[in-house]
């Protein structure tokens, strides 16, 4: 059953998993059962058609069946992060370290280019100090090289947060196997999920084909005996530096409107990381219950674009002017006009629920608080801005702007 929450105020969206499969999806992988496991296991299957893939994963429909999660707490592991010098996903890999480190884990990131260079000044690379006083080591260097990098130093686990492609992930794969990793975790991303007539994205939905990510997902499960994938959507969280919220505080925070294209009623989901690390901790922790998985690595919430823009309000304490409008009709595209997809892109986290036992800690109205907060700290609300393809969709919709 789906609610949706008044119009008039902030619109979030939770949804309860279904027990019916719809028939296009009847052709999925269910998840079993193992009687020695408890746990329930996945095949390592991938098929592959000219437009779109099956992907071994969980069906919109759990065997519905008490476990219990027995978490090997005590064994502490040696936990190698690759971690991306850019992007979203940067943040991952920091807060990941330090919940590992905060569990007793030891714990090396790699972040990919030189120490010295421009990027590392910004956050997340900033605070990497909080790493290493909590016991933790940093080191830089190309993928490509890692052998020469880590050279006898050996790990238990590698989770690699970088590539997107095989061509930069196989060198750090190949590298783990040989290397004898117990276990390999990789960041891939909810971005690969076919768009659907029935949100939201559940593991085992179909993937594109064209997809960089899908092979690389496919030669991990060739390759190990333990792995796991995770699909991350929008995150938010202190330390990330793509603009996701801050799209909204730069125009609410100075008066003018918010253009969100279409009806603003397009579902989305944004993720607090600590909910991202949490998650990735537990596999770390429960090795068998999370091999052969694949899972969506986001919260147990969605939002509306719209829903987003208030709560944003909400957390900055000003009012919002909220304008929609046709990119097409306003000669703009929504993708460099609007940071989020102009579309339904909401996926669940049911795989992290019913396997591993995961559940969200975080709440988005809160979170945004914290994030204006740190919007606020670093002068954002002061910096000069430019408004270019929002003057156009304005001006298109003849709507005044403050001056």
């Not at 279904?18 to 020695?36: G, Q």
């Not at 069946?65 to 979203?88: D, H, M, Q, R, Y």
């Not at 987003?308 to 002017?321: F, H, S, W």
């Amino acid at each position: 059953m789906a609610t949706l929450t008044s119009s008039s105020s902030s619109v979030l969206f939770s949804s309860t998993p279904s027990n019916l499969v719809p028939p296009s999806l009847s052709h999925l992988p269910r998840l079993s059962l193992s009687s020695s496991s408890n746990f329930s296991t996945l095949s390592s299957s991938l098929s592959i058609s000219h437009s779109s893939v099956a992907h071994p994963a969980i069906s919109r429909r759990f065997n519905r069946c008490s476990f219990s999660i027995k978490a090997s707490a005590g064994e502490k592991k040696k936990v190698l992060i690759v971690n991306t010098n850019g992007g979203g996903h940067a943040v991952i890999g920091f807060y990941f370290a330090k919940e590992l480190l905060g569990s007793g884990h030891q714990v090396t990131v790699l972040t990919v280019g030189e120490e010295s260079s421009d990027k590392m000044k910004k956050p997340p690379f900033s605070r990497f100090s909080e790493i290493v006083s909590a016991g933790g080591k940093t080191v830089w260097g190309e993928p490509a090289e890692i052998g020469k990098i880590l050279e006898g130093t050996a790990f238990d686990v590698v989770l690699e947060n970088n590539g997107k492609d095989l061509d930069t992930v196989r060198p750090v794969a190949d590298w783990a196997k040989s290397s004898g990793v117990k276990q390999f975790l990789y960041i891939s991303s909810a971005g690969i999920y076919k768009p659907t007539e029935e949100p939201p994205h559940v593991e085992g939905d179909v993937v594109k084909a064209d997809a960089s990510h899908v092979a690389v997902e496919k030669y991990i499960a060739e390759i190990f005996g333990s792995w796991a994938i995770f699909r991350p959507q929008y995150m938010l969280g202190s330390g990330n530096n793509k603009d996701c919220e801050e799209w909204f505080f730069d125009r609410i925070l100075r008066d003018r409107p918010v253009p969100i294209p279409g009806s603003g009623l397009q579902l989305t989901n944004i993720s607090h990381v600590r909910d991202l690390s949490s998650m990735l901790t537990l596999a770390v922790e429960n090795p068998d219950a999370a091999s052969s998985n694949i899972f969506n690595c986001v919260s147990d919430r969605a939002v509306t674009l719209d829903g987003l823009a208030k709560l944003c309000a909400q957390a900055a304490g000003r009012p919002v002017n909220i304008v929609h409008y046709d990119p097409k009709a306003a000669g703009v595209d929504a993708k460099k006009a609007f940071p989020f997809r102009n579309m339904h892109f909401y996926a669940e986290p049911r795989a992290a629920k019913e396997v591993l036992g995961w559940k969200s800690t975080t709440n988005l109205a809160e979170d945004l608080k914290e994030r204006f907060e740190e919007y606020l700290k670093i002068g954002r609300d002061k910096k000069t801005i430019k408004f270019e393809l929002d003057d156009k969709i304005i001006e298109s919709l003849k709507v005044p702007v403050a001056v």
